[in-house]
Structures are given as C-alpha cells and as structure tokens.
C-alpha cells in the first residue's frame, strides 16, 4: 500500500523563502482586527461580595457611569445570581457588557451551600456554549457568549483576615473563573494595617490552595507592568461617584468631615490599578483565559462524563464515529438490560399478585367451609330442640286428651246420682284429683 500523501507532507521539513516583492497578506492583522472590531466584543463580569459592600458603587466607577441596581435586602433565604446586560461604546468599539451581581451572599446563617448558585451559573453558563458548539447548525458568530470572564471577589475591610467563606467560595470557583480579588471600601482601614492585610490575604490563599488570576507575564510589551501589578493583588479600591472639586479639577471622591478620599488617586487606593489591568490591558487575556483554560476544563470534564476519549486503550486515536457507535451500543445493551429487568419485575410481581390471590381465596373457602359447618351444627341443634318439642306437645296431648277423658267420665258419673247429700257433694269436690281436674291447672 503506497504511503499516504499526508505522511509525506507531515515528514517534509518546512523552508523559507524570501518574497521578490509585497504580496499583500501582511495585512492579515489589520483585516482580523476590523473583523473583530465590526462583530463587537462581550465581556462578562461577575460580582461575588456580601450585600452592601460597595459592588454596585465600584462598577459604576470602573465604567463612568451609572448601571441600574436595586439594593439588596439582608433578609434573602439563599443567594441567586441577577444578570444585566448592557452595550457600550468606546471610540468605534461595542461593547456588550453583562454585570452579574450576587444578591444575598453572606446574609443567610448557614452559609454552606452560599457557593453553590454562583458554581451553577458559571456551569450553566458553559453547558450552553457547549450545546451552541455542538449543534449541527451552529451560529457562535452572533452567539452571546456569557461566559464569564472575570470574578471580581469582594473581601471585606476588616484588616483581619479572610472569612472562611471567602476562601470556601474562592476554592470551589477557582478552577472554573478568573478571579481577582479586591478589598473593598479601602478608605475604612489604615494604610498600615492594609499593607499587613494584604499579606495576610495572600498567604492565607496560598495556604489554602486558591488559585487566582495572575496578570500574564509572556507578552514582553506588558512582561513588567503585569509583574508589577501581581505583586499589588489583592487591590484595595474604593468606589464613588461623587463628582468633588480639588484644587480646580472634578475629581470622584468620597467626602468626609476631615477631608476626601480621590478614587483616582493612587496614593489613596489601587482602583487605577485595577481599572488599567482589568479593562486596559489585560481583557482579551481574560477572554482567552476563559475560553481556553475555563471553557476547556468544563468542555473536556462534560465530554468524558458523556464518553468521548481521544485514544483507545492502545493508544489509537478515538474518532468520533467510532465513540458515537460504541456509546450506541453500550446503550442499547443497557436499554435491553433495563428491558429484561422490567419484564421479570413484572413477571415476579404478576406471580405475588397470583400467589397472594389464591391464598385470599383458600383463607375464604375455609371461612365458608367453617361456616358451612358452623351452620350445620345450629340447624342439627334445631332440629334435636324441635324434636323435643314436638314430643312435649305430643305427650302434653296425650295427658290433655286423658285428662278430658277423667272429667267426662267424672261428670258423667255425678249426673247419674242427682240426689247424693251435701257431704258427698263436698267430699267429691274435696277431693284432690277431681279438683286438679276441674281447675285443669296440672294438667300437663
Ligand atoms: P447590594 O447590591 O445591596 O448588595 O450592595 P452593593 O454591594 O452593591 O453596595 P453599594 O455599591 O450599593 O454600596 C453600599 C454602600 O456602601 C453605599 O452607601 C455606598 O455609598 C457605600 N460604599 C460604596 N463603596 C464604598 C467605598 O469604597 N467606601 C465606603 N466607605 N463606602 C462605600
Ligand atoms: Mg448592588
């Protein structure tokens, strides 16, 4: 058999040619950037902090303007996720920006489960690109994509340490988003104790094996700034967006008796800093980060629950025929499994059903045969009464027809002899068996 010609090329080095001349297809990067740029760009952020630690107030500063947002009560049975999503425009770029806000994390007493709905969101979040990416007829240039691509973590100014929610929540969504956690309402902690808190943020973190985003550092144009930046995490920000005059500039700041916090003043918090790496010069690396190390590991877990391998056990690769017919398969064995598994239940419970019947009906006959008897016994009984009955009337008769027969006679004899004295008269009727005869009470 003749080697393919794919061997062929796979074995062939590769050469450089110089070009006599411009071709044109340097201008690849210019068409893939107004391509890109024509199509639009999503980015999904997610909000992950207690109710009423300043989310709302921070993106309404990342973005220059005012998002809506209804305040969240302290009174929510569980946390659920709110989306909102929004286009912007910067310069000729779109933006479609979807916010989503935890409401209710941290106020519920048992807050074991508090990390569950953001897990689901993010999944839910990647099954239905997936299921985009699997259809036959797939549309993912106009798809929205909502996965998201960064988790903005809101830990609490408390110059402590973290709370063993954060690091809980953290680690059940370290594998599955970016994160870059930020100390919120930093103006409320000293500068020492922040700097003392934020060492502790990330040893404890490290201690506990949470992984969070880190700035890339390959790219040599940002190599330094992002190593920089690394070393600031976590940011401690504050939000407003309260317009106060310094000097003779509007500045946002937040207003106080003795003075004002600058958000934009890097002296006073690290929201510049945040600001510059999170929408300036790390976005698309967020992007991609999600796509190709999140999205990847979702993709890649989903797909070997369902089955698909890229190898056989001796290490051939697996196509997706070949996964498809063995799944097939397996299922239709399974299926008759269930098949066979059900129609013995049912034999087995038609054959309960039989066996309980006959055991009613043998429990029946012997109560009617009982009965029978039972009912044999009062009509013998019955009988033998009526017998006895029958033979007192009988001889009761008997007696009466002899008792009549005595008094006819006796009367008979009495008006033979009309003229007997008194004293006969009386002995007569003094005497005990004619007086018994006329007053016929013994008679029986
Ligand atoms: P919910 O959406 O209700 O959970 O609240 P949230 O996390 O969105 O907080 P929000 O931005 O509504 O802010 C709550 C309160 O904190 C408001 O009174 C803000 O003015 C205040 N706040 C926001 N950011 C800061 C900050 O950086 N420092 C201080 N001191 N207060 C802030
Ligand atoms: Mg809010």
Redesign the pocket.
Known sequence: MATTEIDIFANEEKRSLELAGHVGFDSLPDQLVSKAVSQGFCFNILCV?E????????INTLFNTTFE?D??SHYLQDVHLRPKTYDLQESNVNLKLTIV?T?GFGDQINKDESYKPIVDYIDTQFENFLQEEMKIKRSLHNYHDSRIHICLYFIAPTGHSLKSLDLVTMKKLDSKVNIIPVI?????ISKSELHKFKIKIMSELVSNGVQIYQFPTEDEAVTEINSTMNAHLPFA????VEQVKVGNKMVRA?LYPWGSVQVENESHCDFVKLREMLLRVNIEDLREQTHARHYELYRRCKLEEMGFKDTDPDSQPFSLQQTYETKRKEFLVELQRKEEEMRQMFVNKVKETEAELKEKERELHERFEQLKRMHHDEKRNLEEKRRELEEEMNSFNRRKVAAETLMGQALQSCSQQPFKKDKDKKNFFSLPSACSLTSGRNLN
């Open positions: 902090g109710t009423g630690i300043g989310k709302s107030t921070l947002s305040e969240a806000d409401v919120a309402k930093a103006d409320t920000v504050i939000g407003s937040r």
